[in-house]
T-cell receptor, first 116, second 113 residues
Framework: EAQVTQNPRYLITVTGKKLTVTCSQN?????MSWYRQDPGLGLRQIYY???????DKGDVPEGYKVSRKEKRNFPLILESPSPNQTSLYFC???????????????FGPGTRLTVL | QQPVQSPQAVILREGEDAVINCSSS?????VHWYRQKHGEAPVFLMI?????EQKGHEKISASFNEKKQQSSLYLTASQLSYSGTYFC??????????????FGTGTLLAVQP
């Protein structure tokens, strides 16, 4: 089954404790992206990647890191989480067609993060 | 540069129609529509491209006015399954090699029996 998986689905942590949220897709997609969703603010992009070893900042990258060492995986790293990073996080992937990554995006199930 | 969606929320009875609007202050390369049911991930509905090409859903239609930098999503004869939050995503140029896709804040649609 074609899918994007994220782990963990729920996480409660404390300020400053490093954490990683994993994202994996089995559709051989070149483009992967991380979003955070907050009430009233919609989906805001954190980082994206056009291919292996190619990553770039989205609209709200502060406090986050990513890496893309393999095509299928795109982990999100919070090196020193703070309460304002409490949010619902989605990973998404899509194919790049005619040079554009903005095709149908497939979203993972989401990770609800609470930072105390 | 986040697109503006209107209305913010709408309540319908089954069988009624609804229109959701998406407006941008920047020139658009494409417009994307997604629906998110409560507690679930967003799901792709359709893409509207410059020049009028439309790809996506069979039962939901949309328009894209490039000149006005606007798109509208039309839900006709709504069903209970249409309930959810609808997001538009607007592809805009940031001046670099790659455009960006920016999502709006969403429109909550509730269909009642």
């Amino acid at each position: 089954e074609a899918q994007v998986t994220q782990n963990p689905r729920y996480l409660i942590t404390v300020t400053g404790k490093k954490l990683t949220v994993t994202c994996s897709q089995n559709m051989n997609h070149e483009y992967m992206s991380w979003y955070r969703q907050d009430p009233g603010l919609g989906l805001r992009q954190i980082y994206y990647s056009m291919n292996v070893e190619v990553t770039d900042k989205g609209d709200v990258p502060e406090g986050y890191k990513v890496s893309r060492k393999e095509k299928r995986n795109f982990p999100l790293i919070l090196e020193s989480p703070s309460p304002n990073q409490t949010s619902l996080y989605f990973c998404a992937s899509s194919s790049i067609l005619s040079g554009s990554p903005y095709n149908e995006q497939f979203f993972g199930p989401g990770t609800r993060l609470t930072v105390l | 540069q986040q697109p503006v969606q209107s209305p913010q929320a709408v309540i319908l009875r089954e069988g009624e129609d609804a229109v959701i609007n998406c407006s941008s202050s920047k020139a658009l390369y494409s417009v994307h529509w997604y629906r998110q049911k409560h507690g679930e991930a967003p799901v792709f509905l359709m893409i509207l491209l410059k020049g009028g090409e439309q790809k996506g859903h069979e039962k939901i239609s949309a328009s894209f006015n490039e000149k006005k930098q606007q798109s509208s999503l039309y839900l006709t004869a709504s069903q209970l399954s249409y309930s959810g939050t609808y997001f538009c995503g607007t592809e805009i140029s940031y001046g670099g090699a790659t455009n960006k896709l920016i999502f709006g804040t969403g429109t909550l649609l509730a269909v009642q029996p």
